[in-house]
């Protein structure tokens, strides 16, 4: 790692644990787990963008976490640009049968 590389994990680092990481070598290894604990992360992120906020009084449950869980994945899709094309083109191939005929009510 080059010295740029060193002080940018730094500073991610002492925002994650404080003061102590100032003294923790940049190498690596550190590095590697740096990766592995935002690759841990992640799945936790992307399930939390689906907690429902608290449930409105008066509401049926049921119809309003159905739209709750909807709205959520639509905001999710529309926000997350962190899809390779590729895999939306391949998918997309894979499941174009489906969306038309989705499109014409069947």
Known sequence: MDLYDRDNLKA???TLFGNQANNWPMSEKMFNLTFELVSESSACSS???FVPR???YGQTPFKWL???VR???LKRLKNDKEHYVICLKAAA???VGKFQMASQGV
């Open 12 to 14: 991610f680092l002492v």
């Open 47 to 49: 399930a939390m963008a």
């Open 54 to 56: 608290p449930i409105p």
């Open 66 to 68: 159905a739209k709750e």
């Open 71 to 73: 709205s959520k994945f």
């Open 93 to 95: 191939y894979r499941m």
